[in-house]
């Protein structure tokens, strides 16, 4: 990877907000100064998908990475899960082998729920203690 002042993580996990949240890192890909990881969780053999959200992410993905392959500044990875604890081990992994500026995330909407969305903030908490050090914001209920 080519270096660059600013490194991002993209945790994508699935649904609206994730898409949201990668394309507003695609955006962001087309700096010069950024370098962008993306990494997308899917569940062992689709348990939990369903299948519309499930095809949105692909197609989005697929257009993301596609755009990108040749951006020496962007990796994609895909890391495949059958719960909570194997997430959680591999974003731990990821924050003791990098250090990322910022770790964009999708909010809960259309999470699969083998990666429940109520587990995925506590993982995020507990996976990347740096986050700790910042007051943690309420959000507004969408509903």
Do not use: C
């Not at 990877?1 to 609206?16: D, E, N, R």
């Not at 950024?34 to 197609?59: A, C, P, Q, Y």
């Amino acid at each position: 990877m080519m270096w660059s002042s600013h490194h991002f993580a993209v945790l994508f996990f699935g649904g609206a907000d994730a898409r949201e949240a990668l394309a507003y890192a695609d955006r962001m890909a087309g700096n010069s100064e950024v370098s962008l990881t993306v990494t997308r969780f899917l569940s062992h053999n689709g348990e939990g998908d369903d299948e519309m959200e499930k095809k949105l992410d692909d197609r989005l993905v697929t257009w993301f990475w596609v755009k990108n392959e040749g951006n020496e500044r962007v990796i994609y990875r895909e890391v495949v899960v059958r719960n909570g604890d194997e997430m959680m081990a591999a974003i731990r992994a990821m924050n003791h082998s990098e250090y990322y500026d910022m770790w964009i995330v999708g909010r809960k909407q259309g999470i699969n729920p083998v990666m429940e969305a109520d587990l995925l903030e506590e993982v995020l908490w507990t996976a990347i203690p740096h986050l700790h050090s910042r007051p943690k914001m309420p959000l507004p209920n969408p509903k």
